[in-house]
T-cell receptor
């Protein structure tokens, strides 16, 4: 993705907690999104942050620091079905509503 | 009652052919998109339409031509297909106003293979 950085791969154990980090360019920032994509399927929306702080949705939480151009997705109580690619995306003020995606983090959850 | 539907799901075609992928959304959204996901899983915006008007046209070869007959449909026509066009093409839509920052909803994807 254009100036979005996230780790390529991560591995974690079932039941554990994993944090996936993402950095983006702060200029023109207008929102930070996380999507989940299972192999062979469409990306599905997980979370949205536009203000600093933590947004919690069940087992998934997302954090944003606008001054640092930094976000993370936190997955708790990992399940095998959480094995997927996690895409960080930002929206810029001049991009209409389009999202600019990072290359995704492939998460493997092991027993 | 799929929200964003696109056809065909799979398409195998020869180099030089012309093909179209159709997309329809029944969510009442004003904005529609085409994204391309290559073999490295990088998801990149190609086009964005708002209420039938072209908003974003990224650096895409002019062999790719989107057409939006109404705000619920955004079709993608590709001329003179090349091997490098092989990818998954995702149609998507989003509202102008709404919760979660005008979240984008994706169709199931169209797997295009050019041989």
């Amino acid at each position: 993705g254009q100036n979005i950085d996230q780790p390529t791969e991560m591995t974690a154990t079932e039941g554990a907690i994993v944090q996936i980090n993402c950095t983006y360019q702060t200029s023109g920032f207008n929102g930070l999104f996380w999507y989940q994509q299972h192999a062979g399927e469409a990306p599905t929306f997980l979370s949205y942050n536009v203000l600093d702080g933590l947004e919690e949705k069940g087992r998934f939480s997302s954090f944003l620091s606008r001054s640092k151009g930094y976000s993370y997705l936190l997955l708790k109580e990992l399940q095998m079905k959480d094995s997927a690619s996690y895409l960080c995306a930002d929206r810029k003020e001049d991009s209409g509503y389009a999202l600019n995606f990072g290359k995704g983090t492939s998460l493997l959850v092991t027993p | 009652d799929t929200a964003v539907s696109q056809t065909p799901k799979y398409l195998v075609t020869q180099m030089g052919n012309d093909k179209s992928i159709k997309c329809e959304q029944n969510l009442g959204h004003d904005t529609m998109y085409w994204y391309k996901q290559d073999s490295k899983k990088f998801l990149k915006i190609m086009f964005s339409y708002n209420n039938k008007e072209l908003i974003i046209n990224e650096t895409v070869p002019n062999r790719f031509s989107p057409k939006s007959p109404d705000k619920a449909h955004l079709n993608l026509h590709i001329n003179s297909l090349e091997l490098g066009d092989s990818a998954v093409y995702f149609c998507a839509s989003s509202p102008v106003t709404g919760d979660y920052g005008n979240t984008i909803y994706f169709g199931e994807g169209s797997w295009l293979t050019v041989v």
